[in-house]
């Protein structure tokens, strides 16, 4: 594997285009947030993809020279091609790393990839978010304290109908009653998967240290080792078999 | 839920039509004789589905009577549409079992479900295979003792291209030198998947009192204790919260 | 397997004579309010085994004819000899269920199961807990709803120190901020194990009716479908085996 | 954490000294061997202890200056003393890793780590194993091809009994007809622990290339990234709490 990690991080990019508020908050789009913070660590290069670009940006040369893409996408998951998905997820399953964000939750390439429906409850009132951070020696927490807050977030609760994760990072409190599973690890095919909760278009969740953080740390984690095709050959026997009749 | 488990043993019954041999092994389809032995047990009633039928067999009317499926397919996986697959995927997440035998590792639904490739090595060169049964003590492996065997088989090889099983519960030993994780269990969203290799059109693997057992085991396992819609509603606080003004 | 399940609910029986308030609540100690219960259940005898008995009230006798233990300690853990504790690890491993209540996340015999040190935060404040039902298909959680609460409660916080649970069945949110992972399942040999947070000496946990029907759901659950010892032979090869000089 | 990785290779060091074929083989001792790879590695220091030295050369320095412990052990289990396996179990809970080699399974610190019996099948007839890496994404299995073979082994068969692996890396298939899940992964505390079956006294085992790439790839996998104690502490609530009367 090379020495830099080669990061895409791809949006939806259209609240920032159609809610003032959003544009407020993230002129050019949460990616380019993201991005630049990306880019301010050693070893990281990322570059960005959107929804409008041609084949959403992510043509053949992209995705083959992508390690790690975070997802975004919330109001406009079925615009994203069924093709554009069906390579993501291939790519995944070679060894690319992937990182969903919050409303990535419903992404087409997410739920592919977990096999489940996805689904979970939510609530937009500003309330109090504790992530619990129970695994601290996964390198995803490396430098997260007991607990980190974000004091007003979008509530997401459980049941989250997910696959068990290979392991479970953080669990959300939320002041209104819920629990959230918020930081989830899952390996498919080759590729590492990471699902992050945090995150919302309304609200400067992607300006948090805690957050940039561990999105820094889950893209290092989930930079590949390994990369391969899956191929389902017929092989020849390597021990010396009886001859059989049919 | 009844005390009665309702199967329906789908298969594309295919094979069995065009080829002589398999014609002879199985005169009226492998399902026939699956679903025969699951007639005789206590408690269980299976009805057969089939690719060639109207809906392949899968009405709304069968899919919501039906408590676990067990699935056989091989050279038509494309032909099974798109739309029964969904609805078969979805009872799946709503709490029906689903048994996969044998060449269903690459059926549409079954790889829709673990969300990886499912790709693996084969071989026809009617070799000896010794399934070990390395959890005893699951309710799949009751009957089965250290290990069985099945005098020629069509061989599969690792890697097999699935998520980590819940519980791996047989490992085979190939006599060409392979082995394969050949019982496998995950759970997807309310239901029980059960994976399970022995099977070939060529071979009379479907008479064989082991391979009976265990998917006669496996459909009371798979049986639902609870069923359910994944839905994602927005929800009112349960906690009284501040007023937050966005 | 016999068709009735038989429990041993084993419990320190300590604070109960000690503490005025303790007595008040379980004049007959905690562990009569949870075998009599058991015993109104169809299919279940339950019978009691406390600390001061000889042998802890587990002879091998006892221990032989239990099928599920129940274990609640507290003050008393370094008291329980490690000769019995022994005997009811190896017992687990050989098939027998146990539930593990409350407190027992320190007893011996659970932390020599876990491998781990069990340890976690705790407040005694008297607040609120709602347990989130994240598995609703799980056989501990029927009857359970989405969520339940205890109003009074002591805290218990993450990191708990555990083995990722093969399956993560509850998650409690509390009042004072703290999120715990209060029911877990493993399965260790060929026996299973539940941790269930809920039950503290000075308020009534053992009287509520969600709490009863976990208790009752899991003994059923961990009853053994098979039970065998652990041994380590030397065996003869299956295959026939050239010569080897050594 | 420090850039260089600090092993302690540990070793019985009593078959080397009293059979005449082990001497031969390993003239210093299979630990000397081991280190003398690890130490030919970038960014790794070995050092070696072994059982007859006082505290088997595992004082609290030794202890504390190790990121990764390598352990072999057969014949004398039981005359590791109990606070030194006390004081090993708890460091790798602190988040030291662990690498057991071989009849290590039997020995006492990964056995209290696993929590179950760790029993196995096993015989001496000189056959052929080999390896099929089944994780090949994963960091332990890099610059491993599909499977290595090791022509004269001693065979491990299953049951194995041990916790479900977090992950199984390697699962081997043998002359005699037997299977053996011979790489796998566990995480305890905050610390890694490999279980790798290759190794015994008598044949040159730890000098293969294959076997060797795979220790060195374990100890960089299991140094730590984060190291902590334990602790059980009383905590004040962090949201405010209604006051409570008991």
């Known amino acids: 594997m090379a020495n830099t990690i080669r990061v895409t991080v791809w949006s939806?990019?259209?609240h920032e285009k159609t809610h003032e508020k959003v544009r407020e908050l993230y002129p050019d789009g949460m990616h380019k947030v993201i991005a630049d913070h990306l880019n301010a660590q050693k070893g990281i290069v990322a570059k960005t993809a959107t929804l409008d670009?041609?084949?959403h940006g992510l043509t053949d040369k992209v995705l083959e020279k992508t390690d790690v893409m975070t997802w975004w996408g919330h109001m406009a998951h079925d615009e994203v091609r069924d093709e554009i998905v069906e390579k993501v997820h291939a790519r995944v399953l070679e060894g690319m790393g992937l990182i969903a964000l919050h409303s990535a939750h419903f992404s087409k390439t997410f739920r592919?990839?977990?096999g489940t429906n996805c689904s979970l409850k939510w609530r937009e009132a500003g309330e109090k978010e504790r992530l619990w951070n129970i695994e601290p020696s996964h390198p995803i927490a490396q430098g997260i304290g007991e607990y980190f807050e974000l004091p007003h977030v979008e509530m997401y609760g459980e049941r989250f109908d997910i696959p068990t994760p290979d392991k479970l990072l953080f669990?959300?409190?939320f002041q209104g009653g819920e629990?959230?599973?918020s930081g989830c690890v899952w390996e498919r095919g080759h590729g590492?998967?990471?699902y992050f909760r945090p995150g919302h278009e309304t609200l400067p969740i992607y300006y948090d240290e805690n957050v940039l953080k561990v999105i820094t740390n889950a893209v290092r984690w989930a930079?590949?080792?390994f990369q391969g095709k899956h191929e389902c050959p017929c092989v020849p026997p390597i021990e010396k078999l009886p001859r059989y009749k049919k």
Chains 1, 2, 3, 4 share one sequence.
């Open 12 to 14: 939806e990019f259209r």
């Open 53 to 55: 670009e041609p084949e």
């Open 112 to 114: 592919k990839l977990m």
């Open 171 to 173: 669990i959300s409190w």
């Open 179 to 181: 629990v959230f599973r």
């Open 192 to 194: 590492r998967i990471f």
């Open 223 to 225: 930079a590949p080792v």
